[in-house]
């Protein structure tokens, strides 16, 4: 009995351990402001930045739909950023990071879907939005997959937009440690909306 209990505690330290050490790498991708005791210098009680993120996201989605990207400047940081892996127009999956603007990142489509799946609230002050964004052009699907949304504010409840991370589900062989056997191999593209080649 003794011995189970041990293995069981042994067991689950190492997961627990190994849990923590992905948490700990996925935050060095993050941008400074949104580490641990860099989110907001003012503070607001947890409920009222919870709302106010929750109508942030929704304007933010609507002026998408609507691609009214000039009314989303007062929403969106200025030194807000993206890193989309979607397919591109050849074979084979990119990742595409830059500054997150917005006629860049969701111009000339013609339908956008946001279907918000959870909403959380991080003893820093920063909240991340995870839902799954589906964008269309005509018939053909651009994008569908699981999207993060990242919120800071500098002050008080102010919050914006900070950061967009998502990954398109038919994209499976980019992740932080390379591409699986017998899928296409990922390429990084650093300029802001161009396709990068073998």
């Known amino acids: 009995m003794k011995f189970c209990s041990v293995f069981s505690l042994l067991v689950g330290?190492?997961?627990?351990?190994?849990?923590?050490?992905?948490?700990?790498?996925?935050?060095?991708?993050?941008?400074?402001?949104?580490?641990?005791?860099?989110?907001c210098r003012c503070y607001c009680p947890k409920d009222d930045a919870l709302n106010y993120v929750a109508e942030v996201d929704d304007a933010i989605t609507t002026y998408i739909q609507m691609g009214q990207f000039e009314m989303?400047?007062?929403?969106?940081?200025?030194?807000?950023?993206?890193?989309?892996?979607?397919?591109?127009?050849?074979?084979?999956?990119?990742?595409?990071?830059?500054?997150?603007?917005?006629?860049?990142?969701?111009?000339c489509i013609d339908c956008y879907t946001w279907e918000p799946i959870e909403t959380t609230y991080y003893r820093n002050g920063v909240i991340v939005v995870r839902g799954i964004e589906t964008i269309?052009?005509?018939k053909s699907i651009v994008f569908r997959g699981e999207v993060l949304r990242y919120y800071s504010?500098?002050?008080g409840c102010q919050y914006?937009?900070?950061?967009?991370?998502?990954?398109?589900?038919?994209?499976?062989?980019?992740?932080?440690?390379?591409?699986?056997?017998?899928?296409?191999?990922?390429?990084?593209?650093?300029?802001?909306?161009?396709?990068?080649?073998?």
């Open 160 to 198: 914006r937009l900070e950061l967009v991370v998502g990954s398109d589900e038919r994209c499976t062989c980019c992740n932080e440690v390379g591409c699986t056997p017998y899928q296409p191999p990922c390429v990084m593209d650093d300029s802001v909306g161009q396709i990068a080649h073998n």
């Open 136 to 138: 269309k052009k005509g």
């Open 153 to 155: 504010a500098d002050f």
């Open 72 to 107: 989303m400047a007062g929403l969106v940081a200025q030194t807000a950023t993206y890193t989309i892996v979607k397919p591109g127009r050849c074979t084979g999956c990119f990742k595409f990071q830059g500054e997150l603007i917005p006629d860049v990142l969701w111009g």
């Open 13 to 39: 330290t190492a997961f627990a351990l190994l849990h923590v050490q992905k948490a700990i790498n996925l935050d060095e991708n993050l941008p400074e402001k949104l580490q641990e005791g860099n989110g």
